[in-house]
Structure formats: structure tokens, C-alpha cells
């Protein structure tokens, strides 16, 4: 149920908000955003002369009364987004104190609920090592209790590959939108193939890279042996000091080279940890990223 992911009085609060676009993307249904390009929406922008075959509808008749020459009023067109939200259920989510699948969940939730109550259009994607399941395109309020049906239902994945999942999503999605990942980005293959896929298609692309305390600061000493929850794959370790700040220094090196190849393409990147309030994330984080406002 949805109380399970955002209480009623989130929900209150998270309906004042509305995704953001600093590119808006096309779209063929007309929505409740305003465009530069002009159209028949309702709000007034400028004048043009008459010519033979416009719509009678939109002459003003008080100028042709004035100057007995006639003008056609033009009007900002208004359009919808049309927003992806891709949330990352492979094994490697499943792990964390809280939990960072269910915080995935939570954010997409959150964000998705602030999506179609200001009228854009949501799909929602699961994936994994590929596509698993999706919701959407919708748009309205009265949507929100089945995408969060869909997300509760959202079951683990076993690995993941962000080469074919994103290959995919840009192949099988029409036009353009604000693209929202969500990915703790654990993937053997990297990520700079995938999210090129993204960028190629020139969405515009948000990237919540979500990570545990536990990954962000581990507290294990002694001997320990390492398990990859993905691939099974172990190694018996001594855990020191030295092996705790080279740990730290590669998990610097890899966040802070996924956030530069994100922002040189023109993304924005916000490393998050599912110890800060969900709610936090989404009125403090997000809104300062200029995701929602």
C-alpha cells in the first residue's frame, strides 16, 4: 500500500511540488507547463496580422474596432514533460541499514507521485541485468496509488548491467524527457558505455547515486571475508587502517570520476546516503539540484 513508502502527510507536502526541465522535451499532448513556442494554450504572448485560413476564433475584435484592420491573437503553448524514472533492483540494492532498495523505492515513489500530480506524464522502470517491469505513461493524481502498488511489488533482482538495460531503454523509448536513475552503480562493466546511450539521446539526465553508510564508512576489523552479493565472488581480507583509507581513496577515485563524466555531458549527479530521511532528499537535496520545486 502506499503508506508504506509515503505517509499521507509527505504526500500533502510533496503535492505543492513540480518537476523541473531546464530543456523541455517535446510532447504531443498538450499539458500544464508553458512553452516559448507560441500555440492556442490560454496565456496571451503577442499579435500577428490575419491571413486567409486562421482560425476566426482568435481575432481580437476590439483592436479591429480601433483600427479596422484585423489581428490574430497569439497564445504560449503549453506542453507536459514526459518523465522516466529507472530504478536500479539488482542484489546489490538489496543490502543496508536502511535498507537501500526500499529507499530507492521511497525517492521513486516521492517523485513519481510529484510527477503526475502536476500533470506530467511518468513511466517508471525497474531493471537489473535488463528491463524488468514497467509503469506508465500516466499522468494525474488518481494514478499515484498504482504506481505505488508497482513499486511495493518490485522484487530483487540478481545482477545488473547498466550497458543493457540503458541500450535498451534509449532504443525503446520515443522522444525525449527528464530521465531520473536511481543505481547504487555496482556494475563489473562500468557505467560510461551505458550512460552514453542516455546522453546520445540527448535526455535530460538526473543521476541519484545511492550508497549505504556501511559502503560510505564501513566500521569491520579483523579478518573478514568479502562477499560480492552479485556474483558470489569472495576474497579473505585484514581489515586495517591502511586497508580502510584505500578503500576510501577508491571509493573517492569511483564517485568522483562517475560524477565528472556525468557532469561534462551536461547531467547532474548527487551522491546520497540512505542514512539522510528520505523525505530530506527530496524537500532539501533535490530541490537545491533543481529537480523539484
Not at 540494492?93 to 515513489?109: F, I, R, S, T, V
Not at 546522453?199 to 549505504?212: K, P, T
Not at 583509507?245 to 547531467?267: H, N, P, Q, T, V
Amino acid at each position: 500500500m502506499a503508506a508504506t513508502l509515503i505517509d499521507a502527510d509527505l504526500m500533502r507536502r510533496f503535492e505543492q511540488l513540480h518537476m523541473l526541465s531546464r530543456k523541455m522535451a517535446a510532447s504531443r499532448i498538450k499539458g500544464e507547463r508553458r512553452s516559448r513556442r507560441r500555440g492556442s494554450g490560454n496565456d496571451f504572448a503577442d499579435y500577428r496580422n490575419y491571413v486567409s485560413g486562421d482560425d476566426l476564433r482568435f481575432l481580437d475584435w476590439k483592436v479591429y474596432a480601433r483600427l479596422e484592420r484585423l489581428f490574430l491573437k497569439l497564445f504560449l503553448e503549453e506542453e507536459n514533460l514526459n518523465v522516466h524514472i529507472l530504478v536500479d533492483v539488482s542484489r546489490s540494492m538489496d543490502y543496508g541499514e536502511p535498507n537501500k532498495l526500499h529507499y530507492a523505492k521511497q525517492a521513486a515513489a516521492a517523485l513519481g507521485y510529484i510527477t503526475m500530480c502536476g500533470m506530467d506524464n511518468l513511466t517508471v522502470r525497474a531493471f537489473g541485468d535488463k528491463l524488468l517491469g514497467t509503469f506508465g505513461p500516466k499522468r494525474g493524481k488518481a494514478n499515484a496509488p498504482a504506481c505505488f502498488d508497482f513499486l511495493n511489488a518490485l522484487e530483487v533482482a540478481e545482477e545488473t548491467s547498466l550497458e543493457r538495460t540503458l541500450r535498451s531503454f534509449s532504443v525503446g523509448t520515443r522522444g525525449k524527457g527528464l530521465v531520473v536513475l536511481i543505481s547504487d552503480f555496482y556494475d563489473k562493466d562500468g557505467y560510461e558505455q551505458a550512460l552514453r546511450y542516455l546522453f546520445g539521446r540527448q535526455f535530460e539526465v538526473f543521476v541519484i547515486h545511492l550508497l549505504s553508510p556501511e559502503e560510505l564508512a564501513p566500521e569491520l576489523q579483523g579478518d573478514v571475508r568479502l562477499v560480492d552479493c552479485e556474483m558470489a565472488d569472495s576474497t579473505d581480507v585484514s581489515m586495517g587502517r591502511g586497508v580502510l583509507e584505500l578503500y576510501k581513496r577508491s571509493l573517492d577515485s569511483f564517485c568522483g570520476g562517475l560524477r565528472r563524466f556525468i557532469l561534462a555531458r551536461g547531467g547532474i549527479y548527487l551522491l546520497t546516503s540512505t542514512a539522510l530521511p528520505f523525505d530530506k532528499l527530496v524537500l532539501d537535496l533535490l530541490a537545491r539540484r533543481g529537480l523539484v520545486r
